[in-house]
């Protein structure tokens, strides 16, 4: 991708935090997608996926979420998981001005995946569509019994106590990517048992409690042998959302990150067709 059509940027949320964000520009701007990036990571892991976006005609807006990344915020904290769907919101109104006759959609990975979809119920006919790729809509399979049950009394506790980030090498079944996320120096190793209880049990039951509020049209990504958010959650979602428009492709053998596994080209060609459908 040539440097320049790469514009960086701070996008101010409601609470006056800097939001950095990278646009990728593509020659001709048949659409644009925003990409909302996973716990602990940042969006330069996106920049493959971008650069193929990018080469279709779809302009690219990436942005790192707060505490993460090179936004600003407390690292590694979270108030209110709301503040994450308020972000998002923030992202997509600095789009649509920019751009306001172009076609908008947003694609989120995992923790993306939660705050895209909790973006699409709270904010509705905003956009023309969501991908949700390994998407945290139901707890993660770590997160049962006597784990969630510490969650909540370290909480009241201790919320500030650092609980140690250990999902990496079940991320991908590709051992680069695993050694490359584990040396990523921007990579959170750590976060508060208020960021775990905000967004993997307050925010995943707010989500849960009001799914008949979504509509989006939505493509739904997973795994078949996601080890961090089993393919059930995806499958949930979509039995349970109001939307009309919705398809649901479930990736025999790939792992959690399937836009980081050797067939990712062919998930990201999925969702360059479903993409074009739309526009």
């Known amino acids: 991708m040539p440097e ?3 514009i960086k940027t701070k996008i101010k949320s409601y609470d006056g935090l800097d939001i950095y964000c990278i646009k990728n520009q593509a020659a001709v701007e048949n659409g644009i997608v925003i990409i ?3 716990l602990a990571e940042h ?3 996106y920049d493959y996926l971008a650069g193929k976006l990018v080469e279709a005609n779809l302009t690219v807006y990436r942005y790192d979420n707060r505490g993460h990344g090179k936004s600003a915020g407390d690292r590694s904290h979270l108030n209110d998981f709301k503040d994450l769907i308020l972000d998002a919101y923030n992202v997509v109104e600095y789009v649509k ?3 306001p006759n172009i076609p908008v959609f947003m694609l989120g990975h995992s923790m993306g995946g939660f705050i895209a979809a909790s973006y699409g119920i709270k904010y509705k006919n905003k956009i023309n569509g969501q991908i949700l790729s390994g998407a945290a809509t139901m707890y993660p399979e770590r997160l049962k019994g006597i784990m969630k049950r510490f969650l909540k009394i370290t909480n009241k506790i201790a919320p500030r106590l650092k609980i140690k980030n250990d999902f990496a090498n079940i991320i991908s079944r590709d051992k ?3 050694k490359d996320f584990n040396e990523d120096p921007l990579v959170l190793k750590r976060l508060t048992t208020k960021f775990y209880y905000e967004f993997l049990i307050k925010g995943i039951l707010w989500l849960n409690k009001n799914l008949k509020e979504y509509k989006y ?3 739904i990504l997973h795994g078949k042998d996601d080890k961090i958010i089993n393919n059930e959650a995806s499958k949930n979602f979509f039995n349970k959302i109001s939307s009309t428009d919705k398809e649901l492709k479930i990736y ?4 959690h990150e399937i836009l980081n596994e050797k067939e990712r080209d062919n998930v990201i ?9 739309r526009i």
């Open 97 to 99: 001005h920019k751009s």
């Open 43 to 45: 969006l330069h892991r």
């Open 217 to 219: 049209p939505c493509l």
């Open 4 to 6: 320049t059509s790469l």
């Open 36 to 38: 909302v990036h996973s």
């Open 176 to 178: 680069q990517i695993v």
């Open 269 to 277: 060609n999925d969702i360059i067709s479903w993409v074009y459908k």
């Open 252 to 255: 025999d053998k790939l792992y």
